[in-house]
């Protein structure tokens, strides 16, 4: 089928390339609103990758993201990073309040990739794997639709100025 041969029936309001932590919170937010959303990847799932260590702030974000928790993806928790830019490595603390040293975490990032793409799911997400986007379709100036490795989908028009979170196809 022609890569751009739209499907008029099939209405999707949000379309995602990506479902990395970016995307996978854009997916969770927007289904969450009421959003029909589509969330393409290109690859077959969550795969091993660098990101591993998160400063204190993220853990408000991923409590947000996933109310049902994340304690599985977490290993060792650390009051601060080691930095040395040409001088000798020196501790540095992310800082404290009355409840005590805020701390960072290390995460499996496989583990909170699939966390996060289960929960865009349980949101109502439609998500499909192994779809690259190629490019959104523009029409009279606006986004219309995208180009991908799977069916793409009809969607309403929007300014295309719109970035990453592209509007579907
Ligand atoms: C060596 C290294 C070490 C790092 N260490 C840390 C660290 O310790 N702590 C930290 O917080 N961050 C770290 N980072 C940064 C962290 O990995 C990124 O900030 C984070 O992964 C960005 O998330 P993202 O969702 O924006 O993108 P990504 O995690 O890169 O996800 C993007 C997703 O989009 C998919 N995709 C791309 N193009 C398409 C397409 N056309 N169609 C469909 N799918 C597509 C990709 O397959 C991927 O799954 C590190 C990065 C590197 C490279």
Redesign the pocket.
């Known amino acids: 089928m022609d890569a751009r041969h739209f499907d008029p029936d099939a209405g999707t309001d949000v379309l995602i390339?990506?479902?990395?932590?970016?995307?996978?919170?854009a997916a969770i937010v927007c289904a969450s609103a009421g959003l029909r959303t589509v969330l393409?990847?290109?690859?077959a799932g969550?795969?091993a990758?660098?990101?591993?260590?998160?400063?204190p702030g993220?853990e408000t974000v991923l409590a947000r993201l996933l109310p049902g928790g994340f304690a599985d993806a977490v290993g060792a928790r650390h009051e601060g990073i080691t930095v040395g830019w040409g001088t000798e490595p020196r501790f540095e603390p992310f800082g404290r309040d009355g409840n005590g040293p805020w701390r960072g975490f290390q995460v499996d990032?496989r583990r909170l990739?699939a966390l996060l793409l289960d929960r865009a799911r349980a949101a109502g997400a439609e998500v499909r794997l192994g779809?690259?986007?190629?490019e959104p379709v523009v029409e009279r100036g606006a986004v219309t639709g995208s180009d991908?490795?799977v069916r793409p989908r009809r969607c309403a028009p929007v300014p295309s100025s719109t970035p990453r979170a592209a509007p579907a196809g």
């Open positions: 390339a990506g479902a990395g932590p970016a995307g996978c919170a393409a990847e290109r690859l969550p795969v990758r660098p990101g591993e260590a998160l400063h993220a990032r990739d779809c690259r986007v190629r991908s490795t």
